[in-house]
C-alpha cells in the first residue's frame, strides 16, 4: 500500500525563526513529489520535484528530494504569520488515465508574533 | 478569470438524500479528480477522470458516483449508501501527463457538506 508521511503533524513558532517540514515516502511507479500550502480553503501549489538533489527555490521557501532515501523537505526561513498554514505532501504516480497524487496528512505550522 | 468553480460553498444534507456537488473548469485541462478532506487529515481520493466519458475510481469511492459528459464538468453525487459523508470535498484539475505538460494539480475552493 502507498504511504506519504509528514512529521511533525504541528508545530509552533515565533516570527523569524525557520522551519523544517518533513515527507517520507512508500510508494509504487514514483513520478513526482509536491508541496502545497492551505489556508482556510483550497491547497495552493508550492513546489513539484522530480529530480534528486535539484533544490526548488521561492523567496523564503526551498525545497529539496531524495529518491534514493524516499523523502522531501520544505524549508521556511524567517518565518512570518502569514506562513501559518497546513502545509500537504502528495506523491504522484503511474501514468496516462492512472496517473494520481496520494497526499500525507500534512503539517499544521503556526507562527505566532 | 481561468480556473475552478464549485458549488455550493456549503451544502446541508438529511440523512439519506443524495446530493450533487457541481465542479466546472475553464482551464481546457483533460484530467479532473474528487478529494474528500476529514480535520486533521489529508486529502483522500475518490474518484477521477483523466478524458471525457471516462473515469476510474480512487481509495474511497464507496458510496459516490460521478460523471463526465464534458471536458469542463465533473460532478460528484454523495449517495445515501456512503456512511459518514460529512466532510470538505476539493475538486482539481491538471492537463494530461502524457502530453509532456505539467503533474501540478490545481484546486477549487471546495465544498463544505454536513449531514443533519
Known amino acids: 500500500e502507498d504511504k506519504v508521511v509528514q512529521s511533525p503533524l504541528s508545530l509552533v513558532v515565533h516570527e523569524g525563526d525557520t522551519v523544517t517540514l518533513n515527507c517520507s515516502y512508500e510508494v509504487t511507479n514514483f513520478r513526482s513529489l509536491l508541496w502545497y500550502k492551505q489556508e482556510k480553503k483550497a491547497p495552493t501549489f508550492l513546489f513539484m520535484l522530480?529530480?534528486?538533489?535539484i533544490e526548488k527555490k521561492s523567496g523564503r521557501l526551498s525545497s529539496i528530494l531524495d529518491k534514493k532515501e524516499l523523502f522531501s523537505i520544505l524549508n521556511i526561513t524567517a518565518t512570518q504569520t502569514g506562513d501559518s498554514a497546513v502545509y500537504l505532501c502528495a506523491v504522484g504516480k503511474g501514468g496516462g488515465s492512472n496517473y494520481k497524487l496520494t497526499f500525507g496528512k500534512g503539517t499544521l505550522l503556526t507562527v505566532n508574533p | 478569470d481561468g480556473g475552478i468553480t464549485q458549488s455550493p460553498k456549503y451544502l446541508f444534507r438529511k440523512e439519506g438524500q443524495n446530493v450533487t456537488l457541481s465542479c466546472e473548469q475553464n482551464l481546457n485541462h483533460d484530467a479532473m479528480y474528487w478529494y474528500r478532506q476529514d480535520p486533521g487529515q489529508g486529502l483522500r481520493l475518490i474518484y477521477y477522470?483523466?478524458?471525457?466519458?471516462?473515469?476510474q475510481k480512487g481509495d474511497i469511492a464507496e458510496g459516490y458516483s460521478v460523471s463526465r459528459e464534458k471536458k469542463e464538468s465533473f460532478p460528484l453525487t454523495v449517495t445515501s449508501a456512503q456512511k459518514n459523508p460529512t466532510a470538505f470535498y476539493l475538486c482539481a484539475s491538471n492537463p494530461r501527463r502524457e502530453l509532456g505538460l505539467t503533474d501540478t494539480q490545481y484546486f477549487g475552493p471546495g465544498t463544505r457538506l454536513t449531514v443533519l
Open positions: 522530480t529530480s534528486s538533489g
Open positions: 477522470s483523466q478524458i471525457v466519458n471516462d473515469f
